[in-house]
């Protein structure tokens, strides 16, 4: 059983929705990620948030919003996505710096 | 030149026999490195952090060789359960870890 929550499993979305993917962990973790992976493809970081604070930004395309509401709690929220940004989406979380990161079980999104 | 590589596979093993991965970074300041599993439409699950003195975790057992910043991953007695894409991950940065593209093992029975 993985220790970090992923909600909902699977979304699928029109290009005008407007939705958001949520995660949460309570292994005491300073630092939560966002990931975008892409079939036969490694993750690739979006963004890190460290002691509730956003710290890197991937050059992220602004339709994609995080929000840290506490050290338990990662949100991304979604709006007016395009079909290229369909992929599973991985909430990650680590006690920072050069540790290892836990992965969540991911949200399948689809954007018609 | 990539900062993770390793061989895409795939690698068609028996049950039982030993298979070796391996991998290579390009950045010297790496800090942390690890191996990760991940099955087919699953999340990359930590398999094994990788220290300079070897470490052994039960069949599998990992390698880092800085000086020529090589890192293996040896499974003996492989099971069919083993089956699933492996990633070597570096971290030289806080907080970002570097995949490798990983390397696919299918165990036959």
């Known amino acids: 059983d993985t220790e970090v929550t992923q909600t909902p499993k699977h979304l699928v979305m029109g290009m005008t929705n407007k939705k958001s993917l949520k995660c949460e962990q309570h292994?005491?973790?300073?630092?939560m990620y966002w990931y975008k992976q892409k079939a036969k493809k490694p993750p690739e970081l979006m963004f890190v948030?460290?002691?509730?604070?956003?710290?890197i930004n991937e050059s992220v395309p602004s339709r994609f919003s995080p929000e840290c509401p506490n050290s338990s709690l990662l949100n991304l929220h979604l709006h007016a996505l395009q079909p290229e940004d369909s992929a599973l989406y991985l909430c990650?979380?680590?006690?920072?710096?050069?540790?290892?990161?836990?992965f969540g079980d991911g949200t399948r999104l689809s954007i018609l | 030149r990539k900062e993770v590589e390793q061989d895409p596979g795939p690698f068609n093993v028996p049950e039982g026999a030993t298979v070796a991965f391996n991998c290579t970074y390009s950045?010297?300041?790496?800090?942390?490195f690890f191996w990760y599993r991940q099955d087919c439409r699953k999340e990359p699950k930590l398999l094994m952090s990788?220290?300079?003195s070897g470490n052994e975790d039960g069949r599998f057992t990992a390698q880092l060789n800085r000086a020529s910043q090589y890192i293996s991953l040896l499974i003996r007695d492989s099971k069919l359960s083993d089956s699933a894409t492996y990633l070597c991950?570096?971290?030289?940065?806080?907080?970002?870890?570097?995949f490798g593209t990983g390397t696919r093992l299918q165990v036959f029975p």
């Open positions: 292994m005491g973790h300073r630092a």
């Open positions: 950045n010297s300041a790496s800090q942390s």
């Open positions: 990650a979380s680590s006690q920072g710096g050069f540790a290892p990161q836990h």
């Open positions: 991950v570096v971290c030289y940065n806080t907080d970002k870890l570097i």
């Open positions: 948030y460290s002691y509730e604070k956003l710290s």
């Open positions: 990788v220290y300079s």
